[in-house]
């Protein structure tokens, strides 16, 4: 008898230890955000603008030709992350051998809800099927990805990160507290990484990614970068694997280009999120 109520009072427990947990875990990947924002505007107030999304020169026909060094890498000493900025060569592309600090995973940008148990993931060549057709390099993993806007990854973007970005605070007309900046990806949807965008790398929703991604082939940008576009908010189950996700339930965290971070729910109003997106889109968003 005792025995059974034992299991019983921890059937109860458990769910609401779990939760706590989990309600943990969403905080502290919400501190990370807020560090990200911090090196943002440190980044910003060096520079006078954001980061590139990544830095790519470009071919003839519009294609990324490298080295494709991403926000985050091009961060890396405002994030007190100067000696393994100092092993990279940003001069060569990422897959290059001078930069095996490519595979370092970085603890401040992984999510605690994203349990990994590989520190990196292949940067491949993919035929039109998805079907991976060699290995470029591996990367390490990174759960927070750039704001590109309202429209799919490409070459520009409404948002505040993009191919050769140059976006400063000024031309963020919306409102630095109505833009988001970052948001989440979690492995499960497609992977990211804080390295770059590596040049002729493809990305497919595979089996090791689980089942939520819709399968579509991107490209190389998608490894860094985001978008609020084809309908989807947070979470969205029929969201492509360039878009935002992550493993806390009912939605995910973001940071804001003034800094704050909102946790924003599946629920929210498209067209809401939509307007988050962009930076100069004139949208009056109201309350998130």
Request: hydrophobic share 40%; net charge negative; glycine share 12%.
């Amino acid at each position: 008898m005792v025995v059974a109520i034992v299991g019983i009072l921890v059937g109860l427990l458990l769910p609401a230890v779990q939760a706590a947990r989990e309600s943990s875990r969403r905080a502290e990947c919400a501190n990370h955000l807020k560090q990200l924002g911090v090196t943002l505007v440190n980044y910003h107030d060096v520079h006078g603008r954001l980061p590139s999304g990544y830095v790519t020169t470009v071919s003839t026909s519009g294609a990324d030709a490298g080295p494709g060094w991403g926000w985050a890498a091009l961060s890396l000493p405002y994030m007190e992350e100067a000696t393994l900025w100092a092993t990279l060569d940003f001069r060569q592309p990422i897959e290059s051998p001078d930069n095996a600090g490519r595979k370092q995973l970085l603890p401040n940008l992984l999510c605690p809800s994203n349990d990994l148990s590989w520190p990196t993931w292949p940067a491949e060549v993919r035929d039109a099927a998805g079907n991976p057709s060699s290995l470029i390099c591996n990367v390490a993993f990174a759960a927070y990805v750039g704001m590109m806007g309202s429209t799919d990854v490409g070459p520009a973007g409404d948002g505040l990160f993009f191919r050769n970005s140059h976006v400063r605070f000024r031309d963020i007309t919306d409102g630095s507290a109505q833009t988001i900046a970052l948001g989440e990806r979690a492995y499960r949807l497609g992977e990211g990484t804080w390295v770059g965008a590596v040049t002729g790398a493809m990305m497919f929703p595979d089996d090791d990614e689980g089942e939520i991604a819709v399968p579509h082939l991107k490209p190389g940008s998608a490894m860094v970068l985001s978008h609020a576009g084809l309908g989807n908010g947070p979470n969205s189950p029929t969201s492509e694997l360039n878009q935002f996700y992550s493993l806390h339930g009912g939605g995910a965290n973001y940071l804001f280009a003034d800094g704050h971070v909102a946790f924003l729910l599946e629920t929210i109003d498209y067209q809401t999120y939509l307007a988050l997106a962009t930076r100069a889109g004139g949208e009056v968003p109201g309350s998130h």
